[in-house]
């Protein structure tokens, strides 16, 4: 049973608009969420984290927010751009406790 | 910068063949993992370890083994490949002791079992 989610397989956005993804997990023991992208035939790429101890966390572009009681969290991203098209994927894990669980994935494609 | 280094980048392989996809990463890390990526599916665990000689399953470690005799290296074994085995393999390192660590991944070996 998949404890991370990623209910929408893909996305598409207008460039310079504001791209939601979503994630739902249903452990309530997660406390370290973590975003990462990943191009055609290349490995995820760190985008962003956040602990549980916060719930919201910016950088640059790029927010991802959290919501304990839903157990849901989402990335957004503004102003979107065609270079942003890509596979990203949330995950999950126990903030010190290296293990990682990833949702399927939603595939972002912006155009322009 | 961390570095995850897979060998082989696309491997053509036959039906029973034995596969070995060999990883190494450069930062010292305790933790490393092989999963496999599957459209629709996600990143899905196959094995992990979480120091030398110390293996952990994942959630579909059938028809695969893991050897880690180095802390740098961690190899995942197809024994006997089928064709149900082709897929985008990523190897992973984060390190321990440190809560919210990073996970990072390698480019991915592209293996396909004909």
């Known amino acids: 049973d998949q404890q991370v989610k990623q209910n929408s397989p893909s996305l598409s956005v207008q460039e310079g608009r504001i791209s939601i993804l979503n994630c739902d997990y249903t452990n309530s023991m997660f406390d370290y969420f973590l975003w990462y992208k990943k191009y055609p035939a290349e490995g995820p790429t760190f985008l962003i984290s956040i602990s549980s101890i916060k719930d919201k966390n910016e950088d640059g572009r790029f927010t991802v927010f959290l919501n304990k009681s839903a157990k849901h969290l989402s990335l957004h991203i503004v102003p979107s751009q065609p270079g942003d098209s890509a596979v990203y994927f949330c995950?999950?894990?126990?903030?010190?406790?290296?293990?990682?669980?990833f949702g399927s994935g939603t595939k972002l494609n912006v155009k322009p | 910068d961390v570095k995850v280094t897979q060998s082989s980048r696309y491997l053509v392989k036959r039906t029973g063949e034995k596969v070995f996809l060999e990883c190494v990463q450069d930062m010292d890390h305790e933790n490393m993992f092989w999963y496999r990526q599957d459209p629709g599916l996600g990143l899905r665990l196959i094995y992990f370890?979480?120091?030398?000689?110390?293996?952990e399953k994942g959630d579909i470690p059938e028809g695969y083994s893991v050897s880690r005799e180095k802390k740098e290296r961690f190899s995942l074994i197809l024994e006997s490949a089928s064709t149900n085995q082709t897929s985008m393999y990523l190897c992973a390192s984060v390190g321990g002791g440190i809560p919210g660590n990073t996970i990072y991944f390698g480019e991915g070996s592209w293996l396909t079992v004909v």
């Open positions: 370890s979480y120091d030398v000689k110390m293996k």
């Open positions: 995950a999950a894990s126990v903030y010190n406790f290296n293990k990682f669980y």
